[in-house]
């Protein structure tokens, strides 16, 4: 407890002070939740959780004091939130009315009750781990479901029968997949009986809400532990199926790789290949989640484009584009955000390009193409296609970390000469118009993509050489008979 307590030392006076406050008015507040959890875990709270018996009009009287701006956007759910600056320091607080959820079964939408007690409020919260409290000021210890002995063990429990609380949401169960990847915990046997019975009432849940937990499971330190539990308890079948549909049965000959364990060993290498938070953007700062969506999913096209081939062998044609249609179906599914769904298919696209490069054999024309393609997505190119190789054959993956190896230098070396990052055609849109006596339209776009191609083709070869290729491609046009 002491060691807690010397966790939480930095907002200790935060914590005093408003304990204090509510108690001279007469009401108990409780820091409640995760950071009474990451305190005895050793780690430093990203949030503080606040639990009170105050009503909603009670607490924001209390802030509007305390703080100097107060919002209730929550209030629906008993939540008024603060802000107070004081010596240039800016302190945020959330506090929360005791509640007692219930929900109609149908829509998920929680029916707001509010608690009578701090207990009563406890009772309601997902798992045991998250029903532990400190009484403010006091700092006395609460936990009525034995959290901290859960935790000590490493066990997932829920404080009331696990069918009743994954029955009143759902989703908790996918928090406790997350929660594996984020803190090392494993559900209880009778929690994880419960996941696998009850996966199908994942389908009532929005897509939004799911999407926002496989997020945080991705952006956590061990996703892989929380995808495999995702996959075995059925869940992964009503949030993510293109998943365990990588689970291809192995043919008698082995002629090709477990591709579900493929995957999450590229996600895994691919995380090794992030560089630091507050690293440079070329060095890909971790967690990078559109790196890590794409090395989940730059396989999922194969189960649909598996071959096996008379003369023995399996092959997987353009299971790359394949992949990428269904990366951008899947995560508009789960209303991910656009860029997000274009960047991720996109590099699930681009992932197979290198192995095209063999031994070295690619033209300055290839190697510009393969620049411009990914585009600002390079660096992340570099190291999805990196950890895409998990050849347990030592030479055959020197030999291919030697070949992209090389295959970075001319990239740097062509970037530095040529600034491909903004390359464009030698004669913009309105040089092209007067060299051909055309119109801006369709015709127009046709010639600028033709010198594009010119430009990444031979690196500049300057404007009257462009205007000179220019008229000699117009020729054959028919559109120039026309004129």
């Known amino acids: 407890m002491k060691q807690a307590v010397a966790r939480l030392a930095p907002v200790l006076p935060l914590l005093t002070e408003l304990g204090a406050l509510f108690t001279q008015a007469g009401h108990e507040l409780a820091l409640v939740g995760g950071p009474v959890r990451d305190a005895f875990l050793d780690r430093t709270p990203p949030d503080l959780d606040f639990a009170t018996s105050a009503s909603p009009d009670e607490t924001e009287a209390i802030l509007r004091a305390w703080g100097t701006a107060t919002w209730d956007m929550g209030r629906e759910f008993g939540t008024i939130g603060a802000r107070r ?3 240039g320091v800016e302190t945020i607080v959330e506090i929360t009315t005791y509640r007692a959820d219930a929900y109609d079964g149908v829509t998920r939408k929680p029916v707001v009750a509010f608690g009578e007690s701090l ?15 400190l009484r403010l000021p006091s700092l006395e210890f609460v936990d009525p479901h034995g959290g901290l002995a859960d935790l000590e063990a490493g066990w997932l429990r829920t404080p009331a029968a696990p069918e009743v609380s994954f029955g009143d949401d759902p989703l908790r169960m996918l928090r406790a997949v997350r929660f594996v990847a984020q803190l090392g915990l494993d559900p209880a046997p009778e929690v994880y009986a419960a996941m696998q019975a009850m996966a199908a009432s994942l389908e009532i849940v929005s897509a939004e809400r799911i999407r926002d937990e496989l997020v945080k499971l991705l952006l956590a330190p061990r996703p892989r532990a929380g995808l495999e539990l995702l996959t075995i308890s059925g869940l992964a ?5 293109e998943l365990p549909a990588l689970q291809l ?3 008698e000959h082995h002629r090709h790789k477990d591709v579900y364990d493929h995957s999450l060993i590229v996600l895994e ?10 690293g440079p953007a070329e060095s890909v700062p971790g967690p990078d989640l559109v790196l890590r969506l794409a090395a989940l999913l730059h396989d999922i096209g194969k189960p649909a484009t598996r071959r096996f081939e008379p ?6 044609h353009h299971h790359e584009v394949v992949g990428a249609k269904l990366t951008a179906k899947r995560l508009k599914a789960l209303r991910f955000d656009k860029e997000t769904i274009k960047a991720v298919s996109r590099l699930v696209e681009l992932h197979l390009r290198f192995h095209g490069y063999g ?3 690619w033209t300055d024309s290839a190697v510009r193409r393969y620049i411009t393609d990914a585009g600002p997505l390079l660096p992340r ?3 999805l296609t990196r950890a895409d190789c998990t050849t347990r054959n030592v030479r055959k993956a020197q030999r291919l970390s030697r070949t992209y190896d090389e295959l970075e230098r001319r990239i740097g070396l062509l970037l530095e000469q040529e600034e491909l990052a903004a390359v464009r055609p030698e004669l913009d849109g309105n040089e092209i118009a007067d060299v051909l006596g055309i119109k801006p339209g369709p015709v127009l776009g046709r010639a600028y993509k033709y010198l594009l191609s010119v430009r990444l083709d031979e690196g500049p070869i300057g404007p009257e050489a462009a205007a000179d290729r220019l008229r000699t491609w117009w020729a054959d046009q028919p559109e120039s008979a026309q004129l």
Request: aromatic share 6%; hydrophobic share 45%; proline share 4%.
């Open 359 to 361: 031994d070295g054999a």
């Open 381 to 383: 190119l570099h190291r």
């Open 269 to 278: 290498q691919a995380i090794n290949l992030e560089g630091p938070a507050d």
């Open 119 to 133: 207990e009563e409020d406890l009772v309601r919260r997902d798992f045991t781990v998250n029903a532990m409290a």
């Open 237 to 241: 079948a009503y949030v993510l199926p």
């Open 85 to 87: 600056r004081v010596g």
């Open 249 to 251: 049965e192995v043919d």
């Open 311 to 316: 003369a023995g062998g399996v092959s997987f």
